[in-house]
């Protein structure tokens, strides 16, 4: 049995996910533009604000990340060649939407006159040229490595859109328009994921490395680690939200503590993985404790 490949006689329920992904995302169909205020822009120029520091990094931390899409796209294409056919339909698809993410974002940083727009463009090339460093190894680990790293790039923009709530609403907005995308993306690889582990529970196997591995396809950038404490310390994003409503959610939805692999290389990693589990639900709950007791003696 190969834990690698997807299993054929699934894809008729692949191919459900897929239409049900394309009916939804036609429901919410969108325009970038739509979400910039072109004509607020005319009668004020100064009708978006200047952007905190802290909200101008979360922005720009997104922005570089949605503009590595060509390299994104190659790489899934790759992982999904000889693959089911859905998978290939999907990742066009997927292409299509994501296309917008970058271009939003870029354009509302532009119009507002938020940031260093020559150091944007720079590191936009820096980020691009590097391409993405993708730990994927087979067509089951890039179905599981998607659906975490979907759900993470939702998640980040919701916490965004509570930061920038403040600041820009119409941001705000944006903001949580790209979150509905990325939920729909997330759904589709999430229950896809399920229907392995489902039909087949030594799935856990490769799905725990996977799980074990992950770096979001943003890590590469210049100064990622810089900029994932900022946002973990004073921004919305950091090791709780990515326990609580990243892993933590997903491990609930795979039912991952009830599966019962049968294969004992697949029974060990299920163990390995279950410690794993508890170790990074530790982790986030310390810093947190930590990071409200120093909000706390800043305030004081
Ligand atoms: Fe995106
Ligand atoms: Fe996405």
Redesign the pocket.
């Known amino acids: 049995m190969s834990l690698a490949h997807l299993i054929p006689s699934l894809e008729p329920r692949i191919v459900e996910l897929y239409d049900k992904h394309r009916e939804r995302a036609t429901k919410i169909d969108w325009a970038y533009h739509e979400f910039l205020p072109l004509d607020d822009l005319r009668n004020d120029p100064n009708r978006i604000p200047k952007l905190s520091n802290i909200v101008y990094a979360s922005v720009e931390t997104a922005l570089l990340t949605?503009v590595n899409l060509p390299w994104f796209t190659t790489h899934l294409y790759a992982a999904f060649k000889g693959s089911l056919e859905v998978m290939v339909d999907f990742v066009h698809t997927w292409t299509s939407e994501?296309d917008s993410?970058a271009l939003l974002l870029e354009t509302y940083l532009l119009l507002g006159d938020n940031g260093d727009h020559g150091r944007r463009a720079r590191l936009r090339r820096e980020v691009i040229r590097q391409g993405w460093a993708s730990t994927i190894e087979s067509h089951f680990q890039a179905i599981a490595y998607t659906a975490i790293q979907e759900l993470a790039?939702q998640i980040f923009y919701l916490r965004t859109a509570e930061i920038a709530d403040n600041e820009d609403p119409m941001l705000a907005k944006a903001l949580r328009r790209?979150a509905r995308?990325?939920t729909l993306h997330m759904a589709f690889y999430r229950d896809c994921v399920n229907l392995h582990l489902h039909a087949e529970p030594n799935y856990i196997y490769p799905l725990a490395d996977v799980m074990m591995k992950f770096e979001m396809p943003g890590s590469g950038m210049p100064d990622y680690r810089e900029r994932a404490e900022l946002l973990a310390t004073e921004g919305n994003y950091g090791p709780y939200e990515y326990y609580t409503q990243v892993i933590d959610k997903l491990w609930k939805y795979w039912e991952i503590d009830k599966l019962a692999p049968d294969l004992t290389i697949a029974r060990e990693k299920h163990k390995e993985l279950i410690k794993y589990h508890q170790r990074l639900g530790r982790i986030a709950a310390r810093f947190k404790r930590n990071n409200d007791a120093e909000m706390q003696a800043a305030g004081d």
Request: aromatic share 0%; no cysteine; proline share 0%.
């Open positions: 949605e994501e993410h790039t790209l995308d990325e």
